[in-house]
């Protein structure tokens, strides 16, 4: 207990690192000036290739991966300075996002040199996008009862089964799927794998899912007797459950966890300063205090992970608080804008407030559920 | 970070044979700290922040937040930090503590109010360091009629007729900055043992044929709660970041907003967990839970410190909240 409580111990972003800031800074002011509040809220949920290409052209696809495989060769700090900006300027930077964040440096720590060679150099230069198979229709929060199935034939692998939920795989080339290599569903998280699926081989099907707020980043992924490349598995057969836990302290403890309604929480701030209540200021201070907690905390995991531990458990709690913030801005902005029934809505705020209180719940589902999270802490605390 | 280590591991055992609950009760029975506060002036601990030139052991800020996380911890029922920090005040000042005496933190409106709701913790033999503007008073301290307050604690004023002990002003320290913060640190130090006891009563509580906390409906609680207890430590060091016995009132409305929050679901989970035994006066959860919600009222609630960076906020030119964060914990606010 004690230890999770000293396992974040200060960090703060090296001189380097935060030079970099300005760059970033001034290619986003031109890149992207003027568009409307509701776009830019949707950030990492906004699929923009041209976009993504632009960073890849700067060298910013892969920042961190080696730059013998077209990476940046940057440090953790450098990747945090670069998505922080990304997302507090509401940059679209779905597109790359998972293959940047994920299946990179997947790739790079269990793919084989030529996989690392095949994939590493397009994704930097912005060529592949990746999308992420783990959901199925019986497989969501109990992630271990995957049935999707590759069975070893002579030239490969037969890919057979769905995947759901998958972001953007409409969109994607590749999918790094979980999938099921031996055994049933009854053996959990043993016999599992991962694949990378070319979403453009025969038996491959991909339908768009539209979701509440009328967008349509989901999708649902059918295999019917997909042919594989024996060099389609990523890593060791059987080891996918080891493979997938290893990154969850990547995908867990990044901004993005703690930034999704700051576009929002930034526009209502702008309108605050025109017009403010002694109301407002408590509020504002009141979210601006968590942010400033919470991206302490991300730090320190950022300078865990640039020494090469693995704090999955702490990338866990940060997830929970993070997202809890998330859903909270929208909640209290709610209560302030409509606090006043005579003053006129204002479009741009109401469209940005609109579209976060109703995809926020998601917040708190993708990338593990609150529930399945607290479930790890409690584990962490010798309960389980 | 060894020898920090070492520090903290030897400051932590002073705690545990000096400040074990049932010293912690005795103090508050009858205010009798003399082992206490012997075996602390003893270590030297209480001098960590006055410099080496002045007869101390020239800790900076960031070594000592540890050993204030500690002591809030054991409950340790001295005012240690806050001694802490006013010999270093006082040694800054040119003049001399008495040693074997303790100093509260006395920040006061020019009108001489103390700005809290609340006294701070105190003993027979404390002084207070009082601020009024940039003018600091050391003074001896009454207790008055009363034996407790409504918290059922020790608190005393400043007897505002006495001779100063010393006499001094220095504009760049407020002492409502550090009140705030070292209450922000004795809460995340008490909601992190806190925890642990909780921790225990949860593994060991059997109800429907086994432990209670093979319950999800507990896990997921005390889950909650550490996530609290971890945002209160991180809030603590983000309130003791300073230099030259300079705070930012930026960062300790951050900490002291943030341990209020967090106390507040730490309390109420502690006790859902700990069920009846928890409301008795026998059991020692109410030893950590009535000084958690004591010091939510102590040097400003969560609110006053909101609107504090709410303000702050809204003056700065920092196009988006992030910015603005990173300017606050980098920099110094300008006075």
Redesign the interface.
Known sequence: MIALTEAFAGASIPAGAEEFRAQVKSFLAEKLPDRPSSARARSWSAFDAPFSRSLAERGWLGLTLPKQYGGGGYDAFSRFVLVEELLIAGAPVAAHWMGDRQSGPLILRYGTEEQRRFYLPRICRGEIFFCIGMSEPNAGSDLASVRTKAARTERGWLLNGSKIWTTFAHKSHYMLALVRTSGSAADRHLGLSQFVVDLTLPGVAVKPIVDLCGDDNFSEVFFEDVQLGADALVGKEGEGWTQVNSELAFERSGPERIYSSLILLDLWTRRVRRDSSEADEVRLGRLIARLAVLREMSLAITQRLANGESPVLEAALLKDLGTEFEQTIPQEIADAVAADPEVEADEDLMSTLAYLMQISPAFSLRGGTREILRGMIARGLGLR | MAVENLLLDSFVRLLAKVSPPTAVRRAEADGDVADILGGIEESGFMDALVPESRGGSGLSL?DAVPLFLAAGGYLLPIPFAETAVARAVIAAAGAQSPPGKTIVLWPATHAGRLMSQVGPLCERSSLALVQRGAEFQLLPITFGERRADPFRMRSARPEPDASPLAEFALPHVDLLHWAAAITAANMAGAM?RL??LS?AH??DRQQFGRSI??F?A???Q???F??R???A???A??GLMGSNLTLDGRRV??AK??AN?SARASVSIAHAVHGAIGISEAHELQLYTRRLNRWQLSFGS??Y??????????KSSD???????RT??AGTEAC
Do not use: H, M, P, Y
Not at chain 2, 305 to 314: A, E, P
């Open positions: 960031a992190e925890l642990e921790l949860v593994n906390g093979k999800q507990i896990q997921q005390l889950s909650v550490a996530e207890a971890v945002s430590r991180v809030a060091r983000i409305a951050i907003s943030v929050e969560d609110a410190w909101q609107r504090r960076v709410g303000r702050s906020r809204l196009a988006t909240g992030v910015d603005f964060v606050v914990i």
